[in-house]
Structure formats: structure tokens, C-alpha cells
């Protein structure tokens, strides 16, 4: 991990395209500014945890596919010329 010392106003930054920035500092909490390509997504690390977590949950689900089989031809004795 690189740990880096910032004062109000100074910024790091990332690769050539993000820059964070310190606003404020205020007893201790600090305010910072993200400058990133509307590409890069930037989440707060406890909403890209439940992102990540809705993810996994997802994929584990089976999916429930008696409502596609209704949409299927033949389906009822139907066909698509019907």
C-alpha cells in the first residue's frame, strides 16, 4: 500500500487520466474530489461491496423459465400462425 501525506489543495494522481483532489479537511473527515473518464467507475468501497455481492447473487440463481416455455410455439396447442 502507498501511503501519501496530502494538504488542501494538493492531488494525487492515477495513471494519466484520474486525478483525486483534497477539498477540505474538517477534524476527521476529508472532503476529496474525483477527476476520472466517465468510463472508470467510482463507488464509495461499501456500495462497490453490495455491487460485487448483488453480482455473486445473481449468478447463483436459477433461473425461473416456466414463463419463457408459456412464450414458446406449441406451446398450449398453439403455433405462431395462430
Not at 416456466?66 to 405462431?80: C, E, H, R, V, W
Amino acid at each position: 500500500m502507498l501511503v501519501l501525506s496530502r494538504k488542501k489543495d494538493q492531488s494525487i494522481v492515477i495513471g494519466d487520466h484520474i486525478e483525486i483532489k483534497i477539498l477540505a479537511v474538517e477534524g476527521d473527515q476529508v472532503r476529496i474530489g474525483i477527476v476520472a473518464p466517465r468510463s472508470v467507475q467510482v463507488h464509495r468501497k461499501e456500495v462497490y461491496e453490495q455491487i460485487q455481492e448483488e453480482n455473486r447473487r445473481a449468478t447463483q440463481k436459477k433461473p425461473d423459465w416456466s414463463a419463457f416455455k408459456q412464450m414458446l410455439p406449441g406451446k398450449n396447442g398453439k403455433t405462431d400462425g395462430e
